[in-house]
Nanobody, 120 residues
Framework: QVQLVESGGGLVQAGGSLRLSCAVS????????MGWYRQTPGNQRELVAGVTKGGTTDYADFVKGRFTISRDNAKNTVYLQMNSLKPEDTAVFYC??????????????WGQGTQVTVSS
């Protein structure tokens, strides 16, 4: 069974930084695109940033220049470095990975979510 375990959320003042991590574990053949999403109450989950296995990245406009996504393929882990945080970044952050295993083929797997709160 594939699991995604996130860490690194918390409370930070505006202008501060946090680094989120998400590690994939279990039985699988490979991991494709990995990404971070965020969700606030009453709103849909939205893409923050994504990274391919080869390292190509993509960012939502509202985080460009402030957040950096990266991955360590040897550790099956994706990171999100968040700098210059704003109160409006407050949300639950979820990681997602496209994971290929022999039984299920390619599927999306989600982490449990980690709360990020930015105080003004």
């Amino acid at each position: 069974q594939v699991q995604l375990v996130e860490s690194g959320g918390g409370l930070v003042q505006a202008g501060g930084s946090l680094r989120l991590s998400c590690a994939v574990s279990g039985r699988f053949v490979s991991i494709g695109v990995m990404g971070w999403y965020r969700q606030t109450p009453g709103n849909q989950r939205e893409l923050v940033a994504g990274v391919t296995k080869g390292g190509t990245t993509d960012y939502a406009d509202f985080v460009k220049g402030r957040f950096t996504i990266s991955r360590d393929n040897a550790k099956n882990t994706v990171y999100l470095q968040m700098n210059s945080l704003k109160p409006e970044d407050t949300a639950v952050f979820y990681c997602k990975a496209v994971v290929v295993n022999l039984l299920m083929g390619a599927r999306d797997y989600w982490g449990q979510g980690t709360q990020v709160t930015v105080s003004s």
